[in-house]
């Protein structure tokens, strides 16, 4: 973060509240690098937090209050702390306010805490599939924490906003982006066990191996509170049920064939998909550890092929990208995220970024389809109080 961006923030604060904040807390982004749909299944996920994220600026107050405003609106949100529930707050407020409200559902004593101002920039992109809204959440959560003198896990945190997301923003969504944004680290990905919320660090090498993780953004917007995503995650409950497990993690690929025999044909695929993803979240640790990166690639395109045709979640744009970067030379791409849109990525020599970007940049321009926006990303510091 510049001292520009800093200052802005501050600035940004002041002119809304008429005082100063009492510090800067911010939480990342993310991407995934595999492990799509897992995390609802109690499964596994390798995601890392990058480069990119949100801020929050906040003071305390002496009363109840609570107001939030933020860089993308004029806005600002006026709430007590005593009618705080998911019923009173909604649009992008949801996502502070909603935070809040979840640490009192996770034990803070909310009846005990003075409210706050806060302010809030990002720069994640909406909408990209990247976690902008994870990214809020985890900011907010380790401020709130701090300033309310919570003293928090951050296994707990990550639940604050996941229940933040599902029961405020109203998302089904599992615990795979609060964990990368909280639990990330430079350079590394969260090899996380989503059952038993073990995690391990994995060092990622791609700088020693001279390779870059591009971020295609193909403008396509999703929302997960609506739609596929819902559908998907009742799929998965159904395929479970029927094949009389608790969730797909109690299932393997030997579980495939009596699968097939048991499930309607739809059913299967987004069984299959989860029990092979799983697999090649547990293949790409490995072989990163034992071959390093470079040799990674070819389990990134398997997992995109897997929600293409099984899981059904990719969209033609991103499927355009995923194949236009791999033929210009990255050496694995996938969508990544929930699906429906947002962004693929594409693992790729540090010297052919010009060259794959071109190669998309064409290939999208030829199919009639808006420019994508392409950027590379680095494993960061999951969030934490500025300095
Ligand atoms: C979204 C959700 C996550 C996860 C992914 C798909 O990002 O927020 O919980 O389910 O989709 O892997």
Known sequence: MTDHQTQSILSGFRARFDRAADGLWFGPGRVNLIGEHTDYNDGFVFPF????????????????????????????????????????????SAYPLGVAWALGEHGADLSAVTGFDAFIDSDVPIGAGLSSSAAIE???????????????DK???????????????????????????????????????CRSFESEVVPLGFDDAGLELLVIDTKVTHAHATGGYADRRASCEKGAALMGVGSLRDLTVDDLPRAASVLDEETFRRVRHIITENQRVIDTVRVLREDGPSAIGSLLDASHTSMRDDFEISVAELDLAVESARAAGALGARMTGGGFGGSAIALTPHALIPAVQQAVANAFASAGYTAPDMFVVRAAAGAARLP
């Open 49 to 92: 937090a990058i480069n990119r994220r949100a801020v929050v600026a906040l003071a305390p107050r002496s009363d109840r209050i609570l107001r939030v405003a933020s860089s993308f609106t004029d806005e600002v949100v006026e709430i007590s702390l005593d009618e705080l529930s998911p019923e009173t707050v909604s649009g992008w």
């Open 138 to 152: 985890c900011a907010t959560a380790v401020a709130l924490d701090e300033v309310w003198n919570l003293g928090f």
């Open 155 to 193: 296994r707990v945190l990550v639940r604050v906003g996941q229940l933040a997301e599902n029961r405020v923003v109203g998302a089904p969504t599992g615990i795979l982006d609060q964990s990368a944004s909280l639990l990330g680290q430079t350079d590394a990905a969260v090899f996380l066990d």
